[in-house]
């Protein structure tokens, strides 16, 4: 006869419901990962390259080099949290400033550059 406690009438137990987040033991996969990176004698020289590109506009893969920047130096998450005043609005504030030092004057007309444009 089955138990009253097993919740099944049959006496067969519970199919277990499918798990809610990784896998286990992927969390000690990733971090050994992290560590191999940041142990790696080249990661040094992949950020450099990365952060080269990002700082030239004229790279062909200048977009995608600022993004993967701006992904990991500015996570949304962390300003999740301060704005929790805000009651869950999502916000990026960016303050451009001018460099003590730096003269930046205007484009002088002589500086000016005329050219043609013909769409392809």
């Given at each position: 006869?089955?138990?009253?406690?097993?919740?099944?009438?049959?006496?067969?137990?519970?199919?277990?419901?499918?798990?809610?987040?990784?896998?286990?033991?992927?969390?000690?996969?990733?971090?050994?990962?992290?560590?191999?990176?940041?142990?790696?004698?080249?990661?040094?020289?992949?950020?450099?390259?990365?952060?080269?590109?990002?700082?030239?506009?004229?790279?062909?893969?200048?977009?995608?080099?600022?993004?993967?920047?701006?992904?990991?130096?500015?996570?949304?998450?962390?300003?999740?949290k301060e704005a929790g005043a805000d009651k869950g609005r999502n916000a990026i504030q960016i303050n451009i400033s001018g460099v003590p030092g730096v003269d930046v004057s205007p484009i002088d007309d002589k500086d000016a550059v005329?050219?043609?444009?013909?769409?392809?």
């Amino acid at each position: 006869m089955p138990s009253k406690n097993s919740g099944n009438p049959i006496g067969r137990p519970k199919k277990k419901k499918n798990p809610v987040g990784r896998p286990r033991g992927e969390g000690a996969v990733m971090k050994a990962y992290r560590q191999r990176m940041l142990n790696s004698p080249k990661s040094r020289k992949v950020l450099d390259s990365i952060f080269e590109v990002a700082m030239d506009p004229e790279h062909k893969h200048w977009p995608a080099a600022m993004k993967l920047v701006a992904d990991r130096i500015l996570p949304v998450a962390g300003f999740e949290k301060e704005a929790g005043a805000d009651k869950g609005r999502n916000a990026i504030q960016i303050n451009i400033s001018g460099v003590p030092g730096v003269d930046v004057s205007p484009i002088d007309d002589k500086d000016a550059v005329d050219a043609e444009y013909t769409p392809q």
